[in-house]
């Protein structure tokens, strides 16, 4: 593995809020622990809820809170020939085929009651042509992907039983999260993702995608709590009282409201220490601990 370098990357379709606000910490304080570089990435790839006044707000947020990336921003929005590059690879593997499926066709189709849904592959050999108007898919082949998460540890997962092909572009056109996060954790050399819970599913996946796409070794995974809204719902950008851009206006320091965040999340004794370790972080006064 070679040096660590991680991203933090939030999507411009809201405003900062408190969820952010418990990824960021994770980020930079498992990066510096290890001398790492943080990297910020815009994640603009959804074009009709992305908008630039959210990422201003979400650059203006990350300055005040004290978050200083290494490096970026980088755009999204702005790697379309990097992500065409990555899927010509996967063409030329004759892994890609045309989907005109909606996502209520998949789940009339579909004969699993779980959580996620799963692509049952009407499409794979309909032999569509491209164009306007339909998604494009990844053909996974069945595979057990095996990684250690540093927080929850061992992990195996079965990508093509959880999700079935991978749509890597949708029929409006947008590169997916999943192949573009893909993409660019490996065209930008990420060895350390930090991110939430509600992503470990998607682990497996991005792995094997990333295999395809010549990756020998994958990054480190750390899956951090979330702040929950209730038992079974995570907070979202609608939730207004935990956004950052509101707390500021109540008079709010950064310090309060990285608190706040860290006291807030949903987890055991392992997140009783991050909030141990972001109080020793913010009591020094000479340096800013989440800088570089």
Not at 27 to 46: M, S
Not at 222 to 245: C, E, F, Y
Not at 274 to 289: A, C, D, I, M, Q
């Amino acid at each position: 593995m070679r040096g660590i370098i991680s991203r933090f990357a939030p999507a411009p379709t809201g405003f900062l809020h408190l969820g952010h606000v418990v990824n960021a910490v994770y980020v930079w304080r498992e990066t510096r622990a290890r001398g790492g570089r943080v990297l910020l990435r815009i994640e603009d790839h959804d074009r009709q809820r992305s908008r630039l006044e959210f990422e201003a707000a979400i650059l203006e947020d990350l300055a005040w809170l004290g978050f200083q990336a290494d490096e970026g921003p980088v755009r999204q929005s702005e790697r379309g020939a990097i992500y065409e590059e990555a899927l010509d690879r996967l063409r030329r593997q004759g892994l890609v085929y045309a989907c005109e499926c909606t996502r209520a066709d998949i789940a009339r189709a579909a004969s699993s009651t779980d959580a996620e849904l799963r692509y049952p592959g009407m499409c794979a050999d309909r032999g569509l042509p491209e164009g306007p108007g339909l998604g494009l898919r990844v053909r996974l082949a069945p595979t057990v992907e095996r990684f250690v998460d540093l927080r929850h540890g061992p992990m195996e997962q079965r990508p093509s039983e959880q999700c079935g092909d991978l749509l890597v572009r949708d029929r409006e056109g947008n590169w997916t999260y999943q192949f573009a996060a893909t993409v660019d954790d490996l065209v930008q050399g990420i060895t350390l993702v930090v991110r939430g819970d509600d992503l470990l599913a998607s682990t497996g996946r991005q792995i094997q995608l990333a295999r395809l796409l010549g990756r020998d070794e994958p990054p480190l995974f750390l899956h951090h709590p979330l702040i929950m809204k209730s038992a079974d719902q995570k907070l979202s950008k609608s939730d207004g009282d935990t956004g950052v851009r509101e707390l500021r206006a109540r008079g709010w320091t950064p310090a309060q409201v990285i608190e706040r965040a860290m006291s807030v999340v949903a987890g055991d004794h392992e997140e009783t220490k991050t909030r141990r370790h972001t109080k020793n972080f913010l009591s020094l006064k000479e340096k800013n601990p989440f800088s570089s």
